[in-house]
Nanobody
Framework: QVQLVESGGGLVQPGGSLRLSCAASGRIFSLSSMAWHRQAPGKQRELVAS???????AYLDSVKGRFTISRDNAKNTVYLQMGSLKPEDTAVYYC???????????????WGQGTQVTVSS
């Protein structure tokens, strides 16, 4: 089994910064892409940022220039540095990883439990 544990959420004022972390553990043979999604109340979950195993990032247009995704492959950890935060960034942020648990096996998606980010004055 594979577990993803997020940390770093909280309450921040508009214009502030937060750094989210997500550590993967368990039966991991290889980690492919990792990503952050978010879901605001009454809205669908959306992909915020993703990063390949080689470190190539991609971003939701509304966060480009404000958020940075990175990963530490030695620690099986992905980060989301969020800056210039806006009230519309308020959501539960979920970590997602594509994991192979043994050589030659299918890659499956795993999700963390989510961490709340609230941007408010």
């Amino acid at each position: 089994q594979v577990q993803l544990v997020e940390s770093g959420g909280g309450l921040v004022q508009p214009g502030g910064s937060l750094r989210l972390s997500c550590a993967a553990s368990g039966r991991i043979f290889s980690l492919s892409s990792m990503a952050w999604h978010r879901q605001a109340p009454g809205k669908q979950r959306e992909l915020v940022a993703s990063i390949t195993s080689c470190g190539s990032p991609a971003y939701l247009d509304s966060v480009k220039g404000r958020f940075t995704i990175s990963r530490d492959n030695a620690k099986n950890t992905v980060y989301l540095q969020m800056g210039s935060l806006k009230p519309e960034d308020t959501a539960v942020y979920y970590c997602n990883a594509a994991v192979s648990t043994r050589p030659g096996s299918w890659v499956n998606d795993y999700w963390g439990q989510g961490t709340q980010v609230t941007v408010s004055s």
